[in-house]
């Protein structure tokens, strides 16, 4: 069974960094195409970022285009989100997500299959 365990929210000023992983188990990180997604309080889960198996291939919402970066380890079966110069906007639970496939396509989360716990970005102004 698939596991995804997110790592590496937190609470940052404006302006700020921070760095998500994802830790992924039971089965092959490497057939799977990685995503996240984010959801704030009164509002629908919404893409963020996906990265196809070999890592060749990114998609990103445009919310967060020229400040997100997905990526991928696939030696350590685990892929990241590094997310720059941060809004306010951005404070949401962040879920990390997989599905068996070669390169992301859907943007919604019934394209993917496994789902993390969720961890928490908290951006203050």
């Known amino acids: 069974q698939v596991q995804l365990v997110e790592s590496g929210g937190g609470l940052v000023q404006a302006g700020g960094s921070l760095r998500l992983s994802c830790a992924f188990s039971?089965?092959?990180?490497?057939?799977?195409?990685m995503g996240w997604f984010r959801q704030a309080p009164g509002k629908e889960r919404e893409f963020v970022a996906g990265?196809?198996?070999?890592?060749?291939?990114?998609l990103y919402a445009d919310s967060v285009k020229g400040r997100f970066t997905i990526s991928r380890d696939n030696a350590k079966n685990t892929t990241y989100l590094q997310m720059n110069s941060l809004k306010p906007e951005d404070t949401a639970v962040y879920y990390c997500?997989?599905?068996?496939?070669?390169?992301?396509?859907?943007?919604?989360?019934?394209?993917?299959?496994?789902w993390g716990q969720g961890t928490q970005v908290t951006v203050s102004s």
């Open positions: 990265i196809s198996w070999s890592g060749s291939t990114t």
């Open positions: 039971g089965g092959t990180f490497s057939r799977n195409v």
């Open positions: 997500a997989a599905t068996p496939a070669l390169v992301p396509g859907r943007k919604t989360p019934d394209g993917y299959l496994y």
